[in-house]
């Protein structure tokens, strides 16, 4: 099993819909968490820091539930530009410090 | 502010030999990482670098090394490169903080094999 893992994908919505990203990790000792987006043959990209108390920005939401070792970004109001993979990431240092990126979730928006 | 600069762009070398890419990260940020990225497939850790040592690896063969130097920037070096070492190589910086902080990533290199 991995340590970070998300949605397989990918998602197909329309222009306009909500969409919702889970990602769960397996390590308790996890201190900090991300999500970031990556365009197709782009650098990853920091979206938002995730906090215990969720966190918003404009139309991405991100919430963290520690006791259930989940993380989930939601995007209100989807636009053709939020076109990209999403990744889930999560630090910790236990073990050695670690950075870990899921596997990304691909997402399409469509006209 | 700068962000991390990476270079060469693009890199196109023949199996057998080696490749050198370059790191500069944010100014003010210690700690540098290394991922090799195939086409199609998830970021794979290669190496992390802070105050000038290495502090960990990911499962790659001793042929991937690098370094860095007293300004924070860092080098990665391939050694007798094979087709599959063809990837988006991304350089990482963030603050020595151990996590807190995210990583900010340069625009990569992209290494072709032939």
């Known amino acids: 099993r991995k340590e970070v893992e998300q949605d397989p994908g990918p998602f197909n919505v329309p222009e306009g819909a909500t969409v919702a990203f889970n990602c769960t990790y397996s390590n308790s000792a996890s201190q900090s968490f991300f999500w970031y987006r990556q365009d197709c043959r782009k650098e990853p990209k920091l979206l938002m820091s995730v906090y215990s108390s969720g966190n918003e920005d404009g139309r991405f939401t991100a919430q963290l539930n520690r006791a259930s070792q989940y993380i989930s970004l939601l995007i209100r109001d989807s636009k053709l530009s939020d076109s990209a993979t999403y990744l889930c990431v999560v630090t910790r240092n236990t073990g050695g410090f670690k950075t870990i990126f899921g596997a990304g979730t691909r997402l399409f928006v469509k006209a | ?114």
């Open chain 2, 1 to 114: 502010e700068a962000g991390v600069t990476q270079s060469p762009t693009h890199l196109i070398k023949t199996r057998g030999q080696q490749a050198t890419l370059r790191c500069s990260p944010i100014s003010g940020h210690t700690s540098v990482y290394w991922y090799q990225q195939a086409l199609g497939l998830g970021l794979q850790f290669l190496l992390w670098y802070d105050e000038g040592e290495e502090r960990n690896r990911g499962n790659f063969p001793p042929r991937f090394s690098g370094r860095q130097f007293p300004n924070y920037s860092s080098e990665l070096n391939v050694n007798a490169l094979e087709l599959e070492d063809s990837a988006l190589y991304l350089c990482a910086s963030s603050f020595r903080d151990r996590g807190h902080s995210p990583l900010h990533f340069g625009n990569g290199t992209r290494l072709t094999v032939t």
